[in-house]
């Protein structure tokens, strides 16, 4: 039985009888770094972190200077920015500043208290 997107088209897959497409982006890193003053943007596909990290330690053009500190982005799949960290320097460790989990996590908290809080 075919399946069919919102517009009532046939759904077409790329790849296998799963129906998931062989060309799947699960998201990357944006890592935001200073070189010679200037702000620039390294855009990595990597699974983790780490690996993004240890990327942009790697290649050529990223490598040689003083970095500062470094603003990492977790991308999903559609663009949106999910997590935030910040890095002083390129090897130190990453923090987590932002994380869309914790805001979804604080609302469902605030409204659960409230619901319980109007029912005395």
């Known amino acids: 039985m075919p399946k069919y997107d919102l517009d009532g088209k046939p759904w077409r897959s790329y790849g296998h009888n799963s129906g998931t497409p062989l060309t799947v982006d699960m998201g990357g890193w944006r890592i935001t770094y200073t070189q010679d ?21 790697s ?7 003083d970095a500062g500190t470094l603003t990492i982005d977790r991308i999903d799949t559609f663009g949106n920015l999910t997590d935030t960290f910040t890095q002083e320097g390129r090897y130190g460790i990453p923090h987590n500043v932002r994380s869309l989990n914790n805001t979804h996590r604080r609302r ?10 109007n029912d005395r």
Do not use: M, P, Q
């Open 59 to 65: 290649l050529d053009h990223t490598t040689g200077f």
């Open 108 to 117: 469902a908290r605030r409204a659960y208290k409230r619901r319980f809080r």
């Open 37 to 57: 003053g200037e702000i620039k943007v390294g855009l990595f596909n990597e699974a983790t972190l780490s690996n993004a990290v240890h990327v942009f330690n």
